[in-house]
């Protein structure tokens, strides 16, 4: 099925059309940086981003599969080639660094890493070594199951060090475990993914819908122990950019298996989000703050909130909860394109304004942030045609 937001709210179509040229301009005139096929935008610092090494050995970001899915992004809107070649490069550069294993065993997130990266070079161009890429990391990924606990573990730098839990940012690695079930006819790939999904929303989303963001699980018995937070606001409180992920990963694991469950779910997590939006529709960084507040927006939130419900509107177009949604969902497009965007005028790097990294860390703080740059550029393209999703 495919959902194109512009057909259904064609006093969009214009506004988006324009904010596609400004993102693709933008990137076209930055790409000279990272002409080398070996550098990636990840921090921001001083109105730039910091170019960083994706197989440095003292790299332990999990933001460079963003550059090369924006490419990947602006070559299929455009067709210039100039995307695509850069954008292969990438996949070079990808390869050797799982090949090489850098930072990749005890990467937890290997889906964000390789999916924008390598799956979707696969998918448009066919590309051999990108698939194999992606492969390999989507095995890595998948040794990290539990089975006491059923999920996948995260925040360990050794694979068997006992800091048994998991966070929610996971929701959008899973994705890659069900394209590598689907490519190689690989059952276990699919088992886990969705293991890991049903362990998130049966302890880490409350009765009202929000997420906690990391949670931590008994490790000689495999029950829960308690939820806690790293990027969020407190413990209790509901960090934006977890509940987006959580939203946005319901809608694909929905794609990839119609098990009804599923749609319960993301319309529980989706409601609690759309009725605590503030007015303009872009979260603050953590849903315990609402209009009026002086903290910052995330609008990589926003993003990612976005293309969660456009792409369960490809699924369940006839939901009696989607046209609220999807109502929303233009406004929320309207409102990042207006007053989020970047506009090539101004010259800063970014496409995408005020997002917030990890505000209790002091990270990233009302900046572009990488990945809000791409999940804008994706939400962008999901609005305005049939898009296949690289998730
Ligand atoms: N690691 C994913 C995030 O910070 O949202």
Same mark, same amino acid.
Request: proline residues 4%.
């Given at each position: 099925m495919s959902y194109v937001l512009v057909e259904h709210y064609p006093e969009l179509k214009l506004m988006l059309s324009d904010a596609i040229k400004e993102a693709t301009d933008i990137l076209k005139r930055d790409m000279v940086k990272y002409a080398s096929g070996d550098l990636y935008p990840a921090r921001y610092a001083n109105g730039k981003y910091v170019a960083v090494k994706n197989a440095d050995p003292l790299c332990y970001y999990w933001e460079e599969g963003f550059w090369p899915g924006q490419l990947w992004l602006a070559y299929e809107a455009t067709g210039d080639e100039a995307f695509r070649k850069l954008a292969d490069k990438n996949v070079d550069d990808f390869y050797k660094r799982v090949d090489e294993n850098n930072h990749i065993d005890w990467h937890h997130d290997l889906g964000f890493l390789y999916t924008p990266s390598c799956v979707s070079a696969y998918m448009l161009t066919g590309n051999e070594t990108a698939k194999k890429a992606a492969l390999m990391a989507a095995y890595s990924l998948s040794r990290r199951f539990r089975p006491r606990g059923q999920f996948i573990q995260s925040m360990s730098f050794e694979l068997d060090e006992p800091n048994y +839990?998991?966070?929610?940012?996971?929701?959008?690695?899973?994705?890659?475990?069900?394209?590598?079930?689907? #490519?190689?006819?690989?059952?276990? =790939?699919?088992?886990?993914?969705?293991?890991?999904?049903? @362990? @998130?929303?049966?302890?880490?989303?409350?009765?009202?819908?929000? @997420? &906690?963001?990391?949670?931590?699980?008994?490790?000689?018995?495999?029950?829960?122990?308690?939820?806690?937070?790293w990027q969020g606001d407190g413990d209790e409180s509901c960090w934006s950019r977890g509940q987006a992920w959580?939203? =946005?990963?319901?809608?694909?694991? &929905?794609? =990839?298996?119609?098990?009804?469950?599923?749609?319960?779910?993301?319309?529980?997590? @989706?409601?609690?989000?759309?009725?605590?939006?503030?007015?303009?529709?872009?979260? &603050?960084?953590?849903?315990? =703050?609402?209009?009026?507040?002086?903290?910052?927006?995330?609008?990589?939130?926003?993003?990612?909130?976005?293309?969660?419900?456009?792409?369960?509107?490809?699924?369940?177009? #006839?939901?009696?909860?989607?046209?609220?949604?999807?109502?929303?969902?233009?406004?929320?497009?309207?409102?990042?394109?207006?007053?989020?965007?970047? +506009?090539?005028?101004?010259?800063?790097?970014?496409?995408?304004?005020?997002?917030?990294?990890?505000? *209790?860390?002091?990270?990233?703080?009302?900046? *572009?942030?990488?990945f809000g740059d791409y999940f804008y550029m994706e939400s962008l393209i999901r609005a305005t045609r049939d898009w296949k999703s690289y998730w």
């Amino acid at each position: 099925m495919s959902y194109v937001l512009v057909e259904h709210y064609p006093e969009l179509k214009l506004m988006l059309s324009d904010a596609i040229k400004e993102a693709t301009d933008i990137l076209k005139r930055d790409m000279v940086k990272y002409a080398s096929g070996d550098l990636y935008p990840a921090r921001y610092a001083n109105g730039k981003y910091v170019a960083v090494k994706n197989a440095d050995p003292l790299c332990y970001y999990w933001e460079e599969g963003f550059w090369p899915g924006q490419l990947w992004l602006a070559y299929e809107a455009t067709g210039d080639e100039a995307f695509r070649k850069l954008a292969d490069k990438n996949v070079d550069d990808f390869y050797k660094r799982v090949d090489e294993n850098n930072h990749i065993d005890w990467h937890h997130d290997l889906g964000f890493l390789y999916t924008p990266s390598c799956v979707s070079a696969y998918m448009l161009t066919g590309n051999e070594t990108a698939k194999k890429a992606a492969l390999m990391a989507a095995y890595s990924l998948s040794r990290r199951f539990r089975p006491r606990g059923q999920f996948i573990q995260s925040m360990s730098f050794e694979l068997d060090e006992p800091n048994y +839990k998991f966070i929610v940012d996971t929701m959008l690695n899973i994705p890659l475990l069900f394209w590598a079930a689907k #490519e190689t006819g690989e059952e276990s =790939y699919r088992q886990k993914a969705l293991a890991h999904l049903n @362990t @998130t929303v049966k302890y880490a989303m409350r009765e009202d819908g929000t @997420t &906690y963001h990391h949670f931590l699980m008994d490790e000689k018995t495999g029950g829960p122990i308690k939820g806690q937070t790293w990027q969020g606001d407190g413990d209790e409180s509901c960090w934006s950019r977890g509940q987006a992920w959580v939203v =946005y990963g319901l809608a694909l694991g &929905y794609g =990839y298996t119609k098990d009804e469950k599923i749609l319960g779910h993301f319309k529980k997590a @989706t409601d609690y989000v759309m009725n605590h939006m503030p007015e303009d529709f872009v979260p &603050y960084w953590d849903f315990v =703050y609402s209009d009026g507040s002086e903290e910052p927006r995330d609008s990589s939130a926003a993003a990612i909130i976005a293309c969660g419900i456009l792409e369960m509107a490809k699924h369940a177009p #006839e939901c009696d909860f989607m046209k609220g949604y999807l109502d929303k969902v233009a406004k929320m497009m309207r409102s990042m394109a207006v007053s989020y965007a970047n +506009k090539l005028k101004n010259g800063t790097e970014g496409l995408l304004l005020h997002g917030t990294d990890a505000k *209790p860390q002091g990270e990233g703080i009302d900046v *572009p942030l990488s990945f809000g740059d791409y999940f804008y550029m994706e939400s962008l393209i999901r609005a305005t045609r049939d898009w296949k999703s690289y998730w």
